[in-house]
């Protein structure tokens, strides 16, 4: 099945993290947050040479294992089981985020709950809530050279989540580069935030109707199906 297909029984997680995988390059170092980025790893063509980092001392994780075949000895940051790429290594969380902080990854692909036009980034903290830690998100936004972010477009009680100003506390400040919901692909560009592509069987009227953020339009939208 080629690139840009609606596949059957396919779900808005799935098809967000195929379309992010579109944007991985050959070569690339890439961190993946916890959550639909994690899953853009099986969505990587076997021609692409990828090396996927994990804050908990792996470079080289590969795609999910098997049901079955899992080893509980390999597991990436979130605790979810991964499976290892030809010439991975293993070294400490200290060295895993020495390699965040130098600015050595090529991308990191997040999971937000909120993001705004001009690319601020609130994805650590809901106030009153409990939180483990904010892990890598603050290093990772800040110091990757592409940040791409993966998330459904609305919330649980139907607010967008592509919002002109962030409500809640920030990861980062105008980090996000490229947004990818399971409505809409959009840029985030100096002059404002660019609808790029709109998701299957969504329409841009649509789109625009389900977003706080001004969104801009320049040219031909196009179909992701």
Not at 149 to 166: A, M, P, Q, Y
Request: aromatic share 6%; charged share 20%.
């Amino acid at each position: 099945m080629g690139v840009g297909e609606v596949r059957e029984n396919e779900g808005y997680r799935e098809r967000i993290a195929r379309r992010a995988a579109q944007e991985v390059e050959d070569g690339m170092i890439i961190n993946l947050g916890i959550g639909i980025p994690t899953l853009v790893a099986d969505f990587i063509p076997a021609n692409k040479r990828v090396m996927f980092h994990a804050e908990n001392g792996i470079l080289g994780t590969g795609p999910s294992p098997a049901k079955g075949e899992e080893n509980p000895m390999l597991c990436n940051a979130g605790g979810f089981p991964v499976t290892l790429a030809q010439g991975a290594s293993f070294f400490d969380s200290a060295v895993a985020f020495a390699i965040i902080r130098r600015g050595l990854l090529d991308m990191t692909i997040l999971g937000v709950l909120e993001v705004s036009q001009s690319g601020d980034i609130a994805n650590w903290i809901v106030p009153g809530k409990r939180v483990p830690g904010m892990g890598g998100a603050m290093e990772l936004a800040q110091k990757a050279k592409k940040v791409l972010v993966v998330t459904t477009h609305l919330d649980k009680n139907g607010r967008s989540k592509i919002v002109r100003e962030c409500s809640l506390p920030l990861t980062a400040r105008n980090a996000a580069n490229l947004i990818i919901t399971d409505m809409a692909v959009m840029e985030v560009m100096p002059d404002g935030l660019y609808l790029r592509e709109v998701m299957y069987p969504y329409s841009v009227a649509d789109v625009i109707g389900a977003t706080e953020a001004v969104l801009k339009i320049e040219g031909d939208v196009e179909v992701f199906r």
